[in-house]
């Protein structure tokens, strides 16, 4: 995990293009429920969803100005496809930390 992110009481500030302001809420709730379905998937070993998953959240989440997002959905897309279960759950243990803890903040 990266050091930045080690204290579990600091907020993650996120500076983003403000043109995306109405955009942004319902991204991040999306990213905030989708953690209960990747979990529902590890717990069936759907490796396959998993990776999928993954791999749409590294593609969507830098466009929206998030790029640790989208490292997490890329380390999730390979620990899929290794069906690595334990680093899975690790990922997704840090991954809902991340996304408790953004605080957006719009580019001037």
Do not use: C, W
């Amino acid at each position: 995990m990266d050091e930045k992110f080690k204290n579990p009481d600091d907020k993650i500030r996120v500076s983003i293009d403000p043109d995306l302001r109405d955009l942004i809420p319902q991204y991040l709730e999306n990213r905030r429920m989708e953690i209960e379905v990747l979990r529902a998937a590890l717990e069936k070993e759907d490796f396959d969803i998993l990776e999928r998953t993954g791999h749409r959240i590294k593609g969507s989440a830098p466009v929206y100005g998030f790029k640790q997002i989208g490292a997490f959905g890329g380390t999730l897309q390979q620990a899929a496809q290794q069906q690595d279960g334990a680093a899975i759950e690790n990922i997704l243990l840090e991954y809902s930390n991340y996304l408790s803890r953004i605080e957006v903040v719009y580019k001037s």
